[in-house]
């Protein structure tokens, strides 16, 4: 039974179009964290948020944004997508140190 | 720039042997570590934590900390072929606003017999 929600499951999206990737906790956490992640390859910071209205940049987050305007929502956007953008993004929470992943939402840019 | 190196695998180890898969890490102020299982095409999950030097055990998992050598590693004893996945190291240090973002290992894949 997840507590942390990403939606959609799977994407294909046409490049230069605007997407949101939607991710919600029902936990209470404070910290939310957006990463990506290649087939067999490390998690890289894409942005993070400590609470309301606080949010950070990761070591990819050049070509998206973020917003937390409530606790349990923190969606991701990508401006215009593009092929480089294809990818599994994760989202997770905290209330200390150990993350809580969402399912993940696997993007294909055509 | 913190680094986390893992050893990327696979490992492969007869089903009932005992699993060691090992990580360093490069910021010497790191104070927490995590062992995270992913199963190919699901997300990681959390299998263990540690935060000071020693050991750790929880039902056939150990984490073995030492801050000194800047190395942390997971011993998997009795090891199932269900325990085959990828094992992701990830640390964690002090900020000016608590604890930074978790940096992750590539992670070391395991196989395990049967």
């Known amino acids: 039974e997840a507590d942390i929600y990403q939606t959609p499951r799977y994407l294909v999206i046409g490049t230069g179009k605007k997407i949101t990737l939607e991710c919600s906790q029902t936990m209470g956490h404070d910290k939310m964290y957006w990463y990506q992640q290649d087939p067999g390859m490390e998690l890289h910071l894409i942005h993070y948020s400590y609470g309301v209205n606080s949010t950070e940049k990761g070591d990819l987050s050049s070509e998206s944004t973020v917003s937390r305007i409530r606790t349990e929502h923190f969606p991701l956007t990508l401006e215009s997508a593009r092929p480089s953008h294809t990818s599994q993004y994760l989202c997770?929470?905290?209330?200390?140190?150990?993350?809580?992943f969402g399912s993940g939402t696997r993007l294909t840019v055509v | 720039q913190k680094e986390v190196e893992q050893n990327s695998g696979p490992l492969s180890v007869p089903e009932g042997a005992i699993a060691s898969l090992n990580c360093t890490y490069s910021?010497?102020?790191?104070?927490?570590f995590f062992w995270y299982r992913q199963y190919s095409g699901k997300s990681p999950e959390l299998i263990m934590s540690?935060?000071?030097?020693g050991d750790k055990e929880d039902g056939r998992f150990t984490a073995q900390l030492n801050k000194a050598s800047q190395y942390v590693s997971l011993l998997i004893r009795d090891s199932q072929p269900s325990d085959s996945a990828t094992y992701l190291c990830a640390v964690n240090s002090a900020g000016n606003s608590g604890n930074t973002p978790l940096v992750f290992g590539k992670g070391t894949r395991l196989s395990v017999i049967a």
């Open positions: 540690i935060y000071s030097n």
């Open positions: 910021d010497r102020v790191s104070q927490s």
């Open positions: 997770a929470s905290s209330e200390g140190y150990g993350y809580t």
